[in-house]
């Protein structure tokens, strides 16, 4: 198996991040420090990442509702309150997949796959991800018609959403509204809103892919069963036929 194959299903990055780990010379094998990408990994060879020896764990997999000012971490140099702090009977080493802003709550996943965490979060494999905001000032399909056509955030255009007007209070100068991307970027939801003249003050994830939050109270999780994971991984392997 290709060292950052091995690195991803030890859970300790995505396959992307285990590749930036090898050539920034963090990872050995057998006390040896690898940076080809090609290397590989055999049987009953010693694997360390920053000097902590990885092992393939059992993949799980988990959903859990994040309540607002949780960050969406594994830790925090500040001390505050991470997403895996919320499950701690978990002993596989397992982490956000993406990631929700401090002040944004809703659906998140965790796990210690890194190739499942690469398909759910790669913009190519368009899987959906619905947000509801409630925003300052009035949406209507003129002012949010941009979002559908991809506008440009931070120098790079986004992919075409979809939008439904949940509620407009005239009285109170705000709107609800759902938005669907599959992407994944810093704010970009709040950014995206911000270009069509809504500045979001309440986020919400609401559903990913085929999941949504249903019995789940803030702060609960629960684990995937198999078919959710391979009804997951099928929408992905689907969308790059």
Known sequence: MRINKYIAHAGVASRRKAEDLIKKGLV?????????LATTVKSGDVVEVEG???????????LLNKPRGVISSVSDEKGRQTVVDLLP?????????????????????LTNDGDFTDKMIHPRNEIDKVYVARVKGIATKDNLRPLTRGLVID???TKP????IIKVEADKNRSVVELVIHEGRHHQVKKMFEAVGLLVDKLSRTRFGTLDLTGLRPGESRRLNKKEVSQLHNMAVNKLK
Request: no cysteine; glycine share 8%.
């Open 52 to 62: 902590s020896p990885i092992y393939n764990e059992e993949k799980v997999y988990y």
């Open 161 to 164: 959403a979809r939008y439904h």
């Open 89 to 109: 009977k978990v002993k596989e080493r397992i982490y956000p997949v993406g990631r929700l802003d401090w002040d944004t709550s809703g659906l998140l996943l």
């Open 28 to 36: 050995t094998i057998n006390g040896q420090t690898v940076t080809e």
């Open 155 to 157: 120098g790079k255009k």
